[in-house]
């Protein structure tokens, strides 16, 4: 269901995209939506995502971060029926997928925190189901190849996870720096490695090199995450 990797090739260029993870405050705890992709589809075919999409020209602002914040905006509302509250949007990550990847994005990743319960209304086309989850019950169903997901939304998971609550959650976020991604995946037997940028092995392309490790690994379809340090703050 994820496209396959051709380790040779580094044509293509990245599209501006961005992605919206809502969240609220439910009666157990942090929850997040989560979106399944029509199987349908031939990139991602019924993997579960958060809300987002290409930023198109129309989507206003005055630099790529503002413009995919409109982007993320309207991509919510075409998706889930979903308006984005009185609360701000908070940037959360950057994503930037590697050079041997067919379909490439340069995606900017948004938190929206929701005090409200409001309707989710799916498309139907390309979203078909809809979930409030606990991230740490997601990636529970991750780890178990029971909820198929992309690396980025399993690692976006494992930093939901952290927090209890909403208010706690918001405040690590607006102190943090937000941390960017740019994978170089390597080969490690049958299984596949995401190194990202603080792993020590990034820089040298050595898996083998794991001394402080910020990695995604995949085997058998399934993918771990694991980061060993915290991340910077704003200033």
């Not at 129309?58 to 998706?79: M, P, Q, T, V």
């Not at 139907?124 to 990636?139: C, L, Q, T, Y």
């Not at 390597?186 to 299984?191: A, N, Y």
Request: overall charge negative.
């Amino acid at each position: 269901m994820f496209e396959k990797v051709d380790l040779e090739n580094k044509t293509t260029p990245a599209r501006s995209a961005a992605t919206l993870i809502v969240t609220r405050d439910g009666d157990a705890g942090l929850e997040v939506l989560l979106l399944r992709r029509n199987p349908a589809l031939k990139v991602m075919a019924g993997a579960w995502v958060f809300p987002g999409g290409k930023v198109d020209e129309a989507d206003r602002g005055d630099d790529a971060l503002s413009r995919a914040n409109s982007a993320a905006i309207r991509e919510l509302h075409e998706e889930t029926g979903l308006e984005v509250g009185s609360e701000p949007i908070l940037h959360f990550s950057r994503w930037l997928t590697p050079e041997v990847v067919k379909h490439r994005f340069d995606t900017y990743f948004f938190l929206a925190p929701q005090s409200g319960m409001a309707s989710v209304v799916v498309d139907g086309s390309e979203i078909v189901e809809h979930r409030w989850v606990k991230p740490d019950i997601a990636i529970a169903e991750q780890a178990a190849g029971a909820l198929k997901v992309p690396p980025p939304t399993l690692v976006s998971l494992t930093d939901l996870a952290e927090y209890d609550c909403l208010a706690d959650l918001v405040q690590a976020v607006e102190r943090r720096q937000p941390p960017y991604f740019f994978p170089r995946i390597l080969e490690q037997g049958d299984d596949h490695v995401f190194l990202y940028p603080g792993d020590s092995g990034y820089e040298t392309f050595d898996a083998s090199d794991s001394s402080i490790r910020h990695r995604t690994t995949m085997h058998q379809g399934v993918f771990s995450y694991r980061r060993d340090f915290p991340w910077p703050d704003r200033h």
